[in-house]
């Protein structure tokens, strides 16, 4: 008894370096953003308890369900392109990895996400200018009449989410690159030896041992969708009108333009719990056991 | 020998001498030490931290005349800080919640009705009448800013500056067209015939109302415009939207038709960048684009606004000097005196802001002082800037408790309509709505 009681206190010691820097930085917050999103929140002191108001507030907002549906949109392109790209430039390099040049190759790939999201911005709101961008002058030259990306309702959303695929895959590329150096060489020889085709192995023994890493990427990668902000802010403002206006900068006008911090903080509780479900709907499609 | 020639290049040193030099240099170190606190009390330094919102060419300015501050005054010393504005309210209000307000900060005149509570009475502050101690009096700066300073009978600004919109046009281009540089348009019908020779007879953009055309960008041309035809935003009380009637209809048909019938620019696009690529014939930008025209080494030339409607009209709005509320543990009353006898510093030397930073000094010596009378700034803009202001043109933005939300509802219904996909009548009527939405809560 003594001694599964100690070992108790062994376990709790090791946990308590992480649990005590997560409670205080992680579910601390989040509990004080719940508690700020039921006052009329005041940062110069006079807050007052509204209870529910601020969420109905929302129920009530058409912006806030137009954001909503942006950021859904937004997910809905970003996460598969993100993913997907990662997963094939992963596939490309690992099958050119004796080649000197995939080493250059894969530092490319990844090098954009070396960079911060306001430069990620700034490059793709210059390449996509109405007057000056390359893209719009090359598909001028090629005798395309493109839309202005940014500036067009249709387009808004898809050129923001295409600007952080190129921003975000480089890193799945790595992640699956590293799981796909784990599958042993015999599964693929024993394929082989039964004369399996190439799709075949990619997706009945590629795809399944890659599900754990699949599932870390899906997970990273829908917090990033629903949390988008940075790119957006910088290429379009949420423009034009409101086609590109999502959730997270629905929050920031909220509580740092107008100052309305309870409001704001009801729609992070909003997000967080929209991010909680489709993690918790991950781990239910690719299996609890899927380790991250 | 040997020792001999050592003792010529040393002293030799006693033991007497020793100790008398060793005792004589514990009593200079004693009576040192013992000044050393008074010394120090004499060389104690306050330093004021003072937070802006100016960036680019405003933020190089406010640092010139901050770096001038600290060259000149010992006692006090002032830590900038300055930062994007989109954020900045935010931010001190949060600095002000959590006890550490910047000593010295930045405020629009027209955020002065839901900033108030986060900034310090300068005549009834707990130090007393900051004004008074500092020596600060409302005939040294321009009356309409002034007189914007003051909220439910209590002073919190101190004016810096005006700011406003202008004409900025590239003269090279008005040759092209066959027009006279030196008579830029001031009538609608001038402004009219100018745009459409540019396009006509230079392929090149003709005009752009709105810098780079940012919703809120959009919606100030837009103001602009409805002002000159004599439109309020709200009804009198301010609890319902007023723009949706005929002035705000032919202010925004007028805006759209610039783009959509005359064709003088597209929707979408930058006219800081055209203007400075010199692609752009006239342009609708603040005095703070001198510094970038210049940067671009474009042949241009600053006119007034054109009377568009019945009267000529500009947007624009000040800047003005504040005391963030502060608590007694991180500001004693000495400070605040110190804080507000450094705003009036940096009105003095506000001609610098103006030479370096495009604006009007509200402060009137710094405003006729040489060095900005003779500099190129004011010679090109800001004398014609000044004129707008003197004469009455400016219109501040709206002053409401509300007011960043109820611009947000206007935005993005006005650049729906400049880009075309909303009638100017929809537009109205939906931004109507929404403001509406706002102000019943």
């Known amino acids: 008894m003594r001694r599964r009681y100690g070992r108790i206190v062994e376990i709790a010691l090791f946990i308590l370096p992480f649990a005590a820097f997560w409670i205080l930085f992680r579910l601390g917050p989040v509990l004080y953003g719940f508690f700020i999103s039921l006052y009329r929140w005041d940062p110069l002191g006079d807050a007052k308890f509204i209870g529910a108001r601020n969420y109905l507030n929302l129920a009530r907002d058409p912006r806030f369900w137009n954001a909503l549906v942006n950021t859904l949109e937004f997910a809905a392109i970003a996460i598969p392109l993100i993913v997907g790209i990662g997963l094939v430039l992963a596939l490309f390099i690992f099958a050119g990895r004796k080649r000197r040049v995939t080493t250059w190759l894969e530092a490319g790939f990844f090098f954009p996400y070396l960079l911060t999201v306001s430069v990620v911005g700034l490059i793709w709101r210059w390449l996509l200018d109405p007057d000056f961008g390359i893209v719009l002058i090359a598909l001028r030259d090629m005798g395309i009449d493109p839309p202005v990306f940014l500036n067009e309702p249709r387009w808004a959303i898809p050129a923001i989410a295409l600007a952080t695929a190129w921003w975000l895959a480089g890193y799945r590329m790595l992640l699956f690159r590293a799981a796909l150096e784990d599958i042993p060489d015999e599964f693929y020889e024993a394929a082989r030896i039964d004369g399996a085709s190439g799709a075949l192995v990619f997706f009945s023994i590629v795809l399944p041992l890659l599900r754990p890493a699949i599932l870390f990427a899906l997970v990273l990668t829908t917090i990033s969708g629903f949390i988008v902000f940075g790119q957006v802010l910088i290429m379009t403002a949420g423009g034009p009108g409101r086609a590109s206006e999502v959730l997270a900068l629905y929050l920031y006008r909220f509580g740092f333009e107008y100052l309305e911090m309870g409001q704001a903080a009801a729609v992070g509780m909003v997000l967080f719990l929209i991010i909680l479900g489709m993690t918790l709907v991950s781990f239910r499609w690719l299996g609890f056991e899927s380790s991250l | ?441």
């Open chain 2, 1 to 441: 020998m040997g020792w001999r020639e050592e003792s010529a290049h040393s002293t030799p040193v006693s033991r007497r001498t020793f100790l008398k030099t060793t005792a004589a240099a514990a009593a200079v170190a004693a009576v040192g030490a013992a000044r050393i606190p008074s010394v120090m009390a004499q060389e104690r330094v306050t330093t004021l931290d003072y937070y802006t919102l100016f960036h680019s060419g405003d933020a190089a300015a406010m640092e010139r005349i901050v770096r001038l501050f600290n060259t000149e005054n010992r006692a006090v010393r002032l830590n900038l800080l300055q930062g994007q504005w989109a954020e900045y309210y935010a931010q001190l209000f949060a600095a002000v919640g959590s006890g550490n307000a910047p000593h010295i900060g930045i405020c629009h005149s027209s955020r002065v009705m839901d900033v108030y509570r986060a900034l310090t009475p300068l005549e009834e502050s707990r130090a007393g009448n900051l004004l008074d101690a500092a020596g600060i009096r409302a005939p040294q700066y321009t009356k309409s800013v002034w007189d914007a300073g003051v909220f439910e009978g209590k002073r919190y600004l101190v004016p810096l500056d005006t700011h406003m919109w202008g004409l900025w046009y590239n003269k090279d281009l008005f040759r092209r067209a066959g027009l006279d540089p030196d008579k830029p348009p001031e009538s609608r019908e001038d402004f009219e015939r100018a745009a459409d020779a540019i396009k006509t007879r230079t392929g090149q953009f003709a005009f752009h109302p709105a810098e780079d055309a940012l919703p809120r960008k959009l919606r100030r041309a837009w103001e602009m415009l409805f002002w000159g035809g004599g439109g309020s935003l709200l009804t009198p009380d301010g609890k319902r939207a007023a723009f949706n009637d005929e002035r705000g209809m032919r202010a925004l048909d007028y805006l759209v038709g610039m783009i959509h019938r005359r064709g003088w620019n597209a929707p979408g696009t930058d006219g800081f960048k055209q203007f400075a690529a010199g692609q752009l014939g006239m342009l609708i930008a603040g005095n703070w684009y001198f510094p970038t025209a210049k940067a671009a080494g474009v042949n241009f030339g600053f006119h007034y606004v054109p009377k568009f409607f019945e009267k000529p009209t500009t947007w624009g709005d000040s800047h003005n000097l504040v005391i963030p509320r502060q608590r007694p543990e991180r500001a004693s009353d000495d400070v605040l005196v110190a804080a507000a006898r450094a705003i009036k510093w940096i009105n003095e030397r506000s001609s610098i802001w103006g030479i370096y930073g495009g604006h009007i000094p509200a402060f009137l010596p710094a405003q006729r002082a040489k060095d900005l009378q003779d500099s190129e700034t004011w010679q090109i803009a800001l004398s014609k800037f000044a004129y707008m202001a003197n004469q009455g043109w400016l219109h501040y933005p709206l002053v409401h408790p509300l007011a960043p939300r109820v611009h947000a509802a206007i935005e993005p219904h006005i650049q729906e309509a400049y880009n075309g996909r909303l009638t100017p009548r929809d537009a109205l009527t939906r931004a109507e709505a929404e403001v509406n939405r706002v102000l019943t809560g």
